[in-house]
């Protein structure tokens, strides 16, 4: 199949044969599994799924197939082979998506998921060696390979290299051409991916572990392999007291009963002692049930009359006796807010996680959880939607739902949690739910919600740094979106995209505490934020990339003089400073970079990031991988223009040059909110941090000249897969000299951008002049003999007398934006061309143009002479959609230095 070995030896000697029934593709960018698997119906594909569990107590992830954000294993849907032909078609079909195709190989010839596994197509390891490392760089770029520095450096004895292009070869065929140059590159290896991921979770011992599937639910085996809870967190479980006795149970103290603010915390009811199991049940001995957060320590307090003095008082008295978290799962609405928010606001002071449930009625949230500064805890059912009275459970209730606005706040259900059938400790003898020590079947979202508190105390006690925001901010923004309701970004709601049903979806335990958030800052105060914040929303102009001419490692992107130059006829160099502002470290980071050979206003998500065409350059990545980032640490990627490139990418042959536009975009393996998010619409370089760009030119301007300078300053606005027919654009000449002339253009001729091709934009403008439809396109018409025609195509008639192999290309008549609105300004027709004189200090102009118009544009300046060595002057160029928010913009910098 398409040159793969049919066999090949391991590095354990084993043989393996190829599986020709399954593939493993690897996309250009991010997929989700729901995306892929309708990507994947176009070319007979399905995707690969783990076996059902060997056992019932098995953990749900011992055999997860190791699907990450752009490789998926794939298996031909007919059952049959892929034959060549099979292969083929995916490439074509897939072309624009697709990055590359790799073999499945199995150690056994039978059906065990973990014998399969894929050695890379495009990744060698050869050995270091200093006595041929000049032989070796000879032979890695004779055979289109590439040194990956970063990977090479985390490994002590091998060079890592990955093939520039697959489409055409292989490393395998590349493997058997290099083994001619043995003694000089060793042992050379593939990278072996497994299509199982091989880790073993833990599973506790506690007794009753195989019914407690709303912890394998949650992705709980696998997040105690990194944290199974610690003693210094303490959880108040706000409730109806617990069984202080119990043997599956630890507590910090003996807790209070809240009717007489004495000790102790005992039972005045059933509920708090299963509330309690199921956040911090004691873990891994041999008793009973496993809480999630289970050597974490429980605070015991007693409800006696569940007034809102006591909720309030209960609330105060965690707040102020060491508690990390408080579980509460209760809701009423006829309790006074006046007497209970000033105490979760204290608490919210004091870093404390609220958790409440927004209870059983399968209508409203109640309050407390209306309260915004609380948890909204909702339940789930066994299918992973949210409990209904339909849900397959059997259970007749519903888990509250809904968004609402409390005291001017939009607020709703934060998270779901499972909330039926769960097993959970009871007040011992039978005193509780059940006969014995353990309730089997408690649910309610008061079972969901001391999930969600368990949750917060793993986070808090594996990063104890954490505010108890950014701990809430974990655990929403890891939610895993299941269930059959669409999720969608919502404005008021900022950790991703949710439903009223869901919230921001089903708790991942695992997801929450492996969690990384690699970032590109927009501006020098980018703390990550989503969305991004930057002053006057300029996000576009001091984000962390910069260009060098030199390889100096000198990275200041707030200093225009030191980010932004280039020198014409050698390689210049692109820093982009990537941190990781997540709590665990970011493995497998890569970082992708394009070039735009233009001014642009307005960048659109992922063509502009992912294209590769002669309007989207991709340098070449010199560090752009790097294995891991720590958490809180900073790496700086490196991409290198060629002297080629900087001369066409650049204006030099205008009349003022301008510098292209820079793109670039981060991911990472457990970046799960990036993985997870909605990248559909609006201005994701604002609402996604691992996106950026920068968009400044630097134009010098000379000093003491004795006459008026003119300075034009080209752009385009409008972007292809911008479909609205209103744009605005505003030019902001506030720092400039009062006595600076400026004019904005709206007619240039398109000479600043040679390699933009203004008319191809793809879109039928119905109804124009001479035709029914003009497509605003190239079109051609070869003649076989002499003819004299009569033709119309689109808006363009021609008559012309034509020899045999004429060949006749025209083109449509482009349409022009039209002006509907000027403030700040004077419309001015000179020569049957239009400007706008601005008057003020900033002009808005409202435009209608055709969907997908690419708008060339200028801005004149016309500087005053005796201009100060040593100034600069910004100027602002802003464009805004139909609705009046800002889409992107440009800026441009005159430096006035000394002639010569």
């Given at each position: 199949?398409?040159?793969?070995?049919?066999?090949?030896?391991t590095?354990?000697?084993?043989?393996?044969?190829?599986?020709?029934?399954?593939?493993?593709?690897?996309?250009?960018?991010?997929?989700?599994?729901?995306e892929?698997?309708?990507?994947?119906?176009?070319?007979?594909l399905?995707?690969?799924?783990?076996?059902?569990?060997?056992?019932?107590?098995?953990?749900g992830?011992?055999?997860?197939?190791?699907?990450?954000?752009?490789?998926?294993?794939?298996?031909?849907?007919?059952?049959?082979?892929?034959?060549?032909?099979?292969?083929?078609?995916?490439?074509?079909?897939?072309?624009?998506?697709?990055?590359?195709?790799?073999?499945?190989y199995?150690l056994?010839?039978?059906?065990?998921v973990?014998?399969?596994f894929?050695?890379?197509?495009?990744?060698?390891?050869?050995?270091?060696?200093?006595?041929?490392?000049?032989?070796?760089?000879?032979?890695?770029?004779?055979h289109?390979?590439?040194?990956?520095?970063e990977?090479?450096?985390?490994?002590?004895?091998f060079?890592?290299?990955?093939l520039?292009?697959?489409?055409?070869?292989n490393?395998?065929?590349?493997?058997?051409?290099?083994?001619?140059?043995?003694?000089?590159?060793?042992?050379?290896?593939?990278?072996?991916?497994p299509m199982?991921?091989?880790?073993?979770?833990?599973?506790?011992?506690?007794?009753?572990w195989?019914?407690q599937?709303?912890m394998?639910?949650?992705?709980a085996?696998n997040?105690?392999?990194?944290?199974?809870?610690?003693?210094?967190?303490?959880?108040?479980?706000?409730?109806e007291?617990?069984?202080?006795?119990?043997?599956?149970?630890?507590?910090?103290?003996?807790?209070?009963?809240?009717g007489?603010?004495?000790?102790t915390?005992?039972?005045?009811?059933?509920?708090?002692?299963?509330?309690a199991?199921i956040?911090?049940?004691?873990?891994?001995?041999?008793?009973?049930?496993?809480?999630?957060?289970?050597?974490?320590?429980?605070?015991?307090?007693a409800?006696?009359?569940?007034?809102?003095?006591e909720?309030?008082?209960?609330?105060?008295?965690?707040?102020s006796?060491?508690?990390?978290?408080?579980?509460m799962?209760?809701?009423?609405?006829?309790w006074?807010?006046?007497?209970?928010?000033?105490?979760?606001?204290?608490?919210?002071d004091?870093?404390?996680?609220?958790?409440?449930?927004?209870?059983?009625?399968d209508?409203?949230?109640?309050?407390?959880?209306?309260?915004?500064?609380?948890?909204?805890?909702?339940a789930?059912?066994?299918?992973?939607?949210?409990?209904?009275?339909?849900?397959?459970?059997?259970?007749?209730?519903?888990?509250?739902?809904?968004?609402?606005?409390?005291?001017?706040t939009?607020t709703?259900v934060?998270?779901?949690?499972?909330?039926?059938q769960?097993?959970?400790?009871?007040?011992?003898?039978?005193?509780?739910y059940?006969?014995?020590?353990?309730?089997?079947?408690?649910?309610?979202t008061?079972?969901?919600?001391?999930?969600?508190?368990?949750?917060?105390?793993?986070?808090?006690?594996?990063?104890p740094?954490?505010?108890?925001?950014?701990?809430?901010?974990?655990?929403?923004?890891?939610?895993?979106?299941v269930?059959?309701?669409?999720?969608?970004?919502?404005?008021?709601?900022?950790?991703?995209?949710?439903?009223?049903?869901?919230?921001?979806g089903?708790?991942?335990?695992f997801?929450?505490?492996?969690?990384?958030?690699?970032?590109?800052?927009?501006?020098?105060?980018?703390?990550?934020?989503?969305p991004?914040t930057?002053?006057?929303?300029?996000?576009?102009?001091?984000?962390?990339?910069?260009?060098?001419?030199?390889?100096?490692?000198?990275?200041?992107?707030?200093?225009?003089?030191?980010?932004?130059?280039?020198?014409?006829?050698?390689?210049?160099?692109?820093?982009?400073?990537?941190?990781?502002?997540?709590?665990?470290?970011?493995r497998?980071?890569?970082?992708?970079?394009?070039?735009?050979?233009y001014?642009g206003?307005?960048?659109?998500?992922?063509?502009?990031?992912?294209?590769?065409?002669?309007?989207?350059?991709?340098p070449?990545?010199?560090?752009?991988?790097?294995?891991?980032?720590?958490?809180?640490?900073s790496?700086?990627?490196?991409?290198?223009?060629?002297?080629?490139?900087?001369?066409?990418?650049?204006?030099?042959?205008?009349l003022?040059?301008?510098h292209?536009?820079?793109?670039?975009?981060?991911?990472s393996?457990?970046?799960y909110?990036?993985?997870s998010?909605?990248?559909?619409?609006?201005?994701?370089?604002?609402?996604k941090?691992?996106?950026?760009?920068?968009?400044?030119?630097?134009?010098?301007v000379?000093?003491?000249?004795t006459?008026?300078?003119?300075?034009?300053?080209?752009?385009?606005?409008?972007?292809?897969?911008?479909?609205?027919?209103?744009?605005f654009?505003?030019?902001?000449?506030?720092?400039?000299?009062?006595?600076?002339?400026?004019?904005?253009?709206l007619?240039?001729?398109?000479?600043?951008?040679?390699m933009?091709?203004?008319?191809?934009h793809?879109?039928?403008?119905?109804?124009?002049?001479?035709?029914?439809?003009?497509?605003?396109q190239?079109?051609?018409?070869?003649f076989?003999?002499?003819?004299?025609?009569?033709?119309?195509?689109?808006?363009?008639?021609?008559?012309?007398?034509?020899?045999?192999g004429?060949?006749?290309s025209?083109?449509?008549?482009?349409e022009?934006?039209?002006?509907?609105?000027v403030?700040?300004?004077?419309?001015v027709?000179?020569?049957?061309?239009?400007?706008?004189?601005?008057?003020?200090?900033?002009?808005t102009?409202?435009?209608?143009?055709?969907p997908?118009?690419l708008?060339?544009?200028?801005?004149?300046?016309?500087?005053?002479?005796?201009?100060?060595?040593?100034?600069?002057?910004?100027l602002?160029?802003?464009?805004?959609?139909?609705?009046?928010?800002?889409?992107?913009?440009?800026?441009?910098?005159?430096?006035?230095?000394?002639e010569?």
């Amino acid at each position: 199949m398409k040159n793969f070995p049919k066999s090949l030896t391991t590095a354990s000697r084993q043989e393996a044969y190829l599986d020709s029934k399954r593939l493993l593709l690897t996309f250009k960018k991010q997929m989700k599994q729901k995306e892929i698997a309708s990507v994947l119906k176009k070319t007979n594909l399905l995707l690969e799924e783990a076996p059902e569990k060997r056992k019932e107590h098995d953990a749900g992830d011992w055999n997860k197939i190791n699907h990450t954000g752009m490789r998926f294993w794939v298996k031909n849907a007919s059952g049959e082979n892929f034959t060549d032909a099979d292969f083929s078609g995916i490439q074509r079909n897939l072309s624009d998506i697709l990055d590359w195709i790799g073999p499945v190989y199995s150690l056994e010839r039978n059906d065990d998921v973990a014998a399969r596994f894929c050695p890379l197509p495009n990744v060698l390891l050869i050995e270091k060696t200093d006595k041929y490392r000049d032989r070796q760089d000879e032979i890695i770029k004779n055979h289109q390979l590439n040194e990956v520095a970063e990977k090479s450096r985390y490994l002590s004895r091998f060079r890592y290299l990955r093939l520039k292009d697959t489409r055409e070869t292989n490393v395998y065929r590349i493997r058997e051409e290099l083994q001619q140059y043995k003694e000089i590159l060793g042992t050379i290896r593939y990278e072996t991916m497994p299509m199982i991921k091989p880790f073993a979770p833990t599973i506790p011992n506690d007794t009753l572990w195989a019914n407690q599937w709303n912890m394998t639910q949650i992705n709980a085996t696998n997040a105690w392999d990194i944290s199974t809870g610690d003693s210094s967190v303490v959880i108040c479980i706000l409730d109806e007291g617990c069984d202080l006795t119990h043997p599956d149970l630890q507590f910090s103290e003996d807790g209070i009963n809240l009717g007489t603010m004495l000790p102790t915390g005992a039972p005045t009811g059933n509920h708090g002692t299963a509330c309690a199991g199921i956040a911090a049940a004691t873990f891994n001995n041999n008793e009973g049930v496993a809480g999630l957060a289970g050597n974490c320590l429980i605070m015991p307090l007693a409800f006696d009359t569940w007034s809102d003095v006591e909720v309030a008082s209960g609330i105060n008295y965690a707040s102020s006796n060491g508690a990390s978290v408080i579980s509460m799962s209760f809701g009423w609405n006829p309790w006074d807010p006046n007497i209970i928010d000033p105490e979760i606001q204290n608490a919210f002071d004091n870093d404390l996680v609220m958790c409440v449930a927004t209870h059983n009625h399968d209508s409203t949230i109640t309050y407390p959880a209306t309260n915004p500064l609380v948890m909204a805890c909702g339940a789930s059912s066994t299918d992973d939607n949210r409990k209904s009275p339909t849900s397959p459970d059997g259970e007749n209730w519903g888990s509250n739902f809904g968004d609402l606005i409390y005291n001017g706040t939009t607020t709703g259900v934060s998270v779901v949690a499972p909330g039926v059938q769960i097993p959970t400790t009871d007040i011992q003898g039978g005193g509780g739910y059940d006969p014995g020590d353990y309730a089997m079947a408690f649910n309610g979202t008061s079972s969901a919600t001391p999930l969600v508190a368990g949750l917060a105390g793993l986070i808090r006690s594996q990063y104890p740094h954490l505010t108890n925001v950014e701990v809430r901010n974990a655990i929403e923004r890891t939610a895993a979106k299941v269930g059959t309701l669409l999720f969608g970004e919502v404005a008021g709601f900022d950790n991703g995209s949710r439903n009223e049903e869901m919230g921001y979806g089903r708790i991942d335990a695992f997801q929450a505490l492996d969690f990384s958030d690699v970032m590109i800052k927009d501006w020098s105060g980018d703390d990550g934020s989503e969305p991004s914040t930057p002053p006057s929303n300029n996000f576009w102009s001091y984000s962390d990339i910069v260009v060098r001419i030199n390889d100096d490692d000198v990275f200041n992107p707030n200093d225009p003089a030191q980010s932004k130059n280039v020198e014409r006829g050698q390689a210049n160099f692109i820093y982009v400073q990537v941190t990781n502002n997540g709590p665990n470290e970011a493995r497998n980071v890569e970082v992708d970079f394009r070039i735009t050979p233009y001014v642009g206003l307005q960048f659109v998500f992922p063509d502009d990031w992912t294209l590769e065409d002669a309007m989207h350059v991709s340098p070449t990545p010199v560090a752009a991988s790097f294995p891991s980032i720590a958490a809180g640490a900073s790496v700086i990627a490196k991409f290198t223009i060629s002297a080629d490139q900087t001369d066409t990418l650049y204006g030099w042959q205008y009349l003022n040059p301008w510098h292209p536009c820079l793109l670039a975009i981060v991911t990472s393996d457990n970046d799960y909110p990036f993985i997870s998010s909605d990248l559909s619409f609006g201005n994701l370089v604002l609402r996604k941090n691992n996106i950026a760009q920068r968009n400044l030119s630097v134009i010098d301007v000379l000093a003491n000249a004795t006459a008026s300078r003119v300075i034009f300053s080209p752009f385009i606005a409008g972007n292809r897969a911008n479909q609205e027919t209103r744009m605005f654009i505003e030019v902001d000449r506030t720092k400039l000299p009062s006595a600076t002339k400026v004019y904005l253009s709206l007619d240039d001729d398109e000479e600043a951008f040679p390699m933009v091709d203004f008319h191809d934009h793809g879109f039928i403008n119905p109804g124009k002049e001479n035709g029914e439809g003009c497509r605003c396109q190239h079109d051609e018409m070869v003649f076989l003999t002499k003819t004299i025609i009569k033709t119309k195509q689109g808006c363009c008639e021609k008559t012309i007398t034509l020899e045999k192999g004429s060949t006749l290309s025209y083109t449509c008549r482009k349409e022009k934006a039209k002006v509907i609105q000027v403030r700040g300004g004077n419309l001015v027709v000179e020569n049957g061309s239009r400007f706008i004189e601005i008057t003020g200090k900033k002009l808005t102009a409202e435009f209608e143009k055709d969907p997908g118009q690419l708008v060339p544009m200028s801005v004149k300046v016309e500087f005053s002479p005796q201009l100060k060595e040593g100034d600069s002057f910004p100027l602002t160029i802003i464009q805004r959609d139909s609705k009046r928010q800002i889409v992107g913009g440009a800026d441009t910098v005159y430096r006035v230095v000394k002639e010569g």
